[in-house]
């Protein structure tokens, strides 16, 4: 059987929504073997919507959406920039995606997050409350003409 090796960042985005930043391995008898913080792991290729080979995320996110400077961070809040980024570490091999929706006072503070907000992929409890929390602990650029509560959305990519 014919199949390819390969070697550098690429980009896995799985059918369910999922996104993996790691190295794909090879493509052998219509399966990936992917090395994701440090496993391998093997996916059907049908179970893969796509493979982006390079550092480039432009096509995986939305043009509306703003990078927090941390790998596998996103957020959606007019006009702001994250001063202090989130604070987490998934010590698991979970994964998936999930939306936390944010309250956001003049101030930069993060007054109320809610995990599982439309677009999450998955519905695991740790990776639900570990969002919350990193949510939280972020901290947004002080604005005195926004509103004293301003909402938007903060994605975390495990």
Same mark, same amino acid.
């Given at each position: 059987?014919?199949?390819?090796?390969?070697?550098?960042?690429?980009?896995?985005?799985? @059918?369910?929504?999922? @996104?993996?930043?790691?190295?794909?391995?090879?493509? +052998?008898?219509?399966?990936?073997?992917?090395?994701?913080?440090? +496993?391998?792991?093997?996916?059907?290729?049908?179970e893969?919507?796509?493979?982006? $080979?390079?550092?480039?995320?432009g096509a995986?996110?939305?043009?509306? !959406? %703003?990078?927090?400077?941390? @790998?596998?961070?996103?957020?959606?809040?007019?006009?702001?920039?994250?001063?202090?980024?989130?604070? $987490?570490?998934?010590?698991?091999?979970? %994964?998936?995606?999930?939306?936390?929706?944010?309250?956001? !006072?003049?101030?930069? +503070?993060?007054? %109320?997050?809610?995990?599982?907000?439309?677009?999450?992929?998955?519905? !695991? !409890?740790?990776?639900?409350?570990?969002?919350?929390?990193?949510?939280?602990?972020? @901290?947004? +650029?002080?604005?005195?003409?926004?509103?004293?509560?301003?909402?938007?959305?903060?994605?975390?990519?495990?």
């Open positions: 059987m014919a199949g390819i090796s390969a070697s550098a960042q690429h980009t896995l985005v799985l @059918k369910s929504g999922e @996104k993996m930043q790691g190295e794909v391995k090879s493509l +052998n008898d219509a399966k990936v073997s992917f090395v994701f913080k440090g +496993n391998t792991m093997t996916f059907p290729v049908s893969i919507e796509m493979i982006q $080979f390079g550092s480039s995320t995986l996110g939305s043009a509306a !959406d %703003k990078t927090s400077g941390m @790998k596998g961070v996103s957020f959606v809040l007019e006009g702001r920039e994250i001063v202090k980024p989130p604070v $987490f570490e998934n010590l698991t091999l979970k %994964k998936g995606i999930v939306v936390v929706a944010v309250h956001v !006072d003049k101030y930069g +503070n993060v007054k %109320k997050a809610e995990a599982g907000a439309e677009k999450t992929t998955t519905t !695991d !409890d740790y990776l639900l409350k570990l969002a919350q929390s990193a949510a939280m602990s972020t @901290k947004f +650029n002080n604005c005195p003409k926004c509103p004293l509560d301003m909402q938007g959305t903060m994605t975390f990519t495990f």
